[in-house]
């Protein structure tokens, strides 16, 4: 797929070196200062799971998001997110994104929000000028990314005010995520992007529709979910990278 026109000037992306979230083995965290930031006015931040995927191809298991160009290309009527990718631990990547234990494995999400909520936010915020609270602050990400993301909005809404779930690994450690989600109501500050696409398997499609369709019963209206279903859609990096920019249309609207 080729690269998104740029319709603005490339920003800075900024290395922010190794840091130890949560207590979990060290891994490189990045971000992406858009051009149009000012430090004069507060801006967002999205926060992003499975780093090596979200900027170029290199690193990227199967091909990167390019979010810096999805960042670049927004109409210039909304204010672009400084996003911050937080690499994955490799090997243990399936423990540390799922928040439920299931046959030995998972059960280390909430650590890493923990790490990210009082390590890497007060980072951020100390070096840019944010949106004060919920609103400043979204986590975004794609399959077990994706799952981690909604599960962290729901889990401390008062620190992440959103989430940006692309194909959401609902199924995993028996759609338990349901469950929790079902005993939370809508936050007072809420927004959220899921989808899925039709070539990612009926289970999946189906998990996903009924995630929306529990939102939208826990008060999330159509200011703060957009449910999307891919009619092209499948389970890659290359699908990700199409959808992304609607999705930041849509959180940054």
Not at 27 to 45: E, N
Not at 159 to 176: D, E, N
Not at 229 to 250: I, N, T, V, Y
């Amino acid at each position: 797929m080729p690269r998104l026109a740029r319709r603005a000037p490339h920003g800075a992306l900024v290395d922010l070196g190794r840091l130890s979230l949560g207590g979990l083995p060290d891994r490189r965290v990045r971000a992406y200062v858009p051009a149009r930031y000012d430090a004069a006015r507060a801006h967002h931040a999205l926060v992003l799971f499975d780093g090596q995927n979200v900027f170029g191809d290199a690193g990227s298991f199967a091909g990167g998001w390019h979010a810096d160009d999805a960042i670049d290309a927004m109409p210039k009527k909304l204010s672009p997110p400084i996003v911050v990718a937080i690499d994955h631990g490799g090997p243990a990547r399936l423990d540390e994104l799922v928040p439920m234990r299931v046959d030995g494995r998972g059960g280390g999400l909430d650590p890493l929000l923990d790490g990210v909520a009082s390590a890497l936010v007060p980072a951020l915020r100390s070096r840019w000028h944010l949106h004060p609270g919920a609103v400043g602050l979204c986590l975004g990400g794609a399959s077990l990314g994706g799952l981690a993301a909604l599960y962290g909005h729901v889990r401390t809404p008062e620190v992440f005010g959103g989430a940006l779930a692309m194909s959401p690994s609902l199924w995993i450690a028996r759609a338990r995520i349901f469950e929790f989600v079902e005993a939370r109501w809508r936050p007072t500050f809420a927004r959220v992007y899921l989808d899925c696409g039709a070539r990612e398997g009926a289970r999946m499609l189906a998990l996903a529709e009924a995630m929306s369709g529990l939102l939208r019963a826990r008060g999330y209206d159509d200011a703060s979910l957009m449910w999307r279903r891919d009619a092209k859609g499948a389970h890659s990096e290359a699908h990700w990278r199409r959808r992304l920019p609607k999705a930041l249309r849509f959180l940054y609207a």
